[in-house]
């Protein structure tokens, strides 16, 4: 792969205790599912060759999880990309199930884990699944404290059968971070942050002193319109869309930072992955950070 593929995707960045190195701007599958994460893709055509595009820009890790769908994301993702090209690490994600009801509903007895596992395997079309992120369910507006020690123990028991290579979290507080690390080596943590939401810079940064990386979701979530304002007008002086500084400050903010913005849409994809492009000042990035200093003050 050349020097500008590895620049132009923010770099590179090796899970710890592992041999699996990935670019920084990997891409995230939920939205190759149908309205509501429910169901097929309105153009099935256009999910594979979103897939096949990012692949082919270099993009080597793939974010994803049975329950979209459900089960619809991971089939197009084997029906796009196997047999696998080699480096590229496929996540998923365990603890939901989608009931017809097409609710969001947690899935986190031992049974369902394992469940879950093989539903992955099947639907992949793997033998052994690279990373799977347990996600605790928590609060309707993030992580909630409560053990999570039953789950993780159930997965650290398909890592020993094989069926699972390296466990990470999402949606967890640092307490469950920590109580998780008692029992078994975690490898990546998933959790909502971005410009305006930042209650986890403590979090990335005691991860980033292990070598941990953090992969934030929501990457525009949360903005009040002031918020959004500021970041519009920096993106217009820039001349570029506020999802692209929003991406780049997040590849500046940590070099532990990894994401994984998703996308049906080419042209939008083609746009994501220009973030590891954009350079931002100091000035730039002072500015930015004022945005989660407005949120703290209007509270």
Not at 123 to 130: K, P, R, T
Not at 148 to 157: K, R, S, T
């Amino acid at each position: 792969m050349s020097e500008m593929t590895k620049t132009t995707l923010g770099g590179r960045f090796t899970f710890p205790g592992t041999s699996l190195t990935v670019q920084r701007i990997g891409y995230g599958a939920m939205q190759l599912a149908g309205p509501g994460v429910w169901g097929p893709p309105k153009d099935p055509d256009g999910a594979i060759t979103v897939l096949r595009e990012a692949v082919a820009a270099g993009v080597n890790h793939i974010d994803t999880a049975d329950f979209y769908g459900p089960h619809i994301t991971n089939q197009i993702i084997r029906q796009a990309l196997h047999p696998y090209p080699t480096g590229l690490v496929i996540i998923t994600k365990l603890g939901a199930r989608r009931p017809p009801d097409k609710s969001w509903q947690p899935a986190i007895s031992p049974q369902d884990l394992t469940e879950g596992v093989h539903d992955n395997l099947r639907n992949l079309g793997l033998d052994a699944l690279d990373i799977v992120n347990y996600r605790a369910m928590g609060a309707i507006h993030g992580p909630a404290e409560g053990s999570i020690a039953e789950q993780v123990a159930a997965l650290a028991d398909h890592r020993r059968k094989g069926l699972i290579r390296h466990i990470g979290l999402s949606n967890v507080t640092a307490a469950q971070v920590a109580e998780a690390q008692a029992i078994t080596d975690i490898v990546c943590v998933q959790n909502s942050y971005n410009l305006a939401q930042r209650h986890d810079d403590a979090l990335i940064e005691d991860l980033a002193r292990q070598g941990i990386p953090y992969v934030p979701f929501f990457p525009l979530g949360g903005f009040t319109p002031l918020q959004s304002s500021t970041l519009s007008d920096v993106a217009g002086r820039l001349g570029a869309t506020p999802m692209k500084v929003a991406l780049a400050w997040l590849l500046h903010r940590s070099p532990n930072i990894l994401l994984i913005p998703g996308t049906s849409s080419v042209a939008h994809l083609r746009e994501n992955l220009a973030a590891g492009q954009l350079t931002l000042s100091p000035q730039v990035l002072e500015e930015l950070d004022g945005i989660a200093v407005t949120a703290e003050v209007a509270h």
